[in-house]
């Protein structure tokens, strides 16, 4: 499958020719993904944050 290459400035026209709507699913859809990854981020580092306290010997909970 051949993959497309545009540039910054085309990709701004293209999101600007893009009807109000179809954008508002594109952002609802970029910040689902967002907020994944910004559990998974949390996620990790609250278990490295629980693994520095046991190694100093602190109940985290």
Same mark, same amino acid.
């Given at each position: 499958?051949?993959?497309?290459?545009?540039?910054?400035?085309?990709?701004?026209?293209?999101?600007?020719?893009?009807? &109000?709507?179809?954008? @508002? &699913? #594109?952002? %609802?859809?970029?910040? #689902?993904?967002? %907020?994944?990854? &910004? @559990?998974?981020?949390?996620? %990790?580092?609250?278990? @490295? #944050?629980?693994?520095?306290?046991?190694?100093?010997?602190?109940?985290?909970?």
């Amino acid at each position: 499958m051949k993959q497309a290459t545009l540039t910054e400035e085309e990709w701004e026209q293209l999101w600007q020719s893009l009807p &109000r709507e179809f954008k @508002r &699913r #594109l952002i %609802a859809q970029f910040e #689902l993904e967002l %907020a994944q990854e &910004r @559990r998974l981020r949390q996620q %990790a580092f609250s278990q @490295r #944050l629980r693994t520095f306290a046991r190694d100093k010997g602190v109940d985290w909970d």
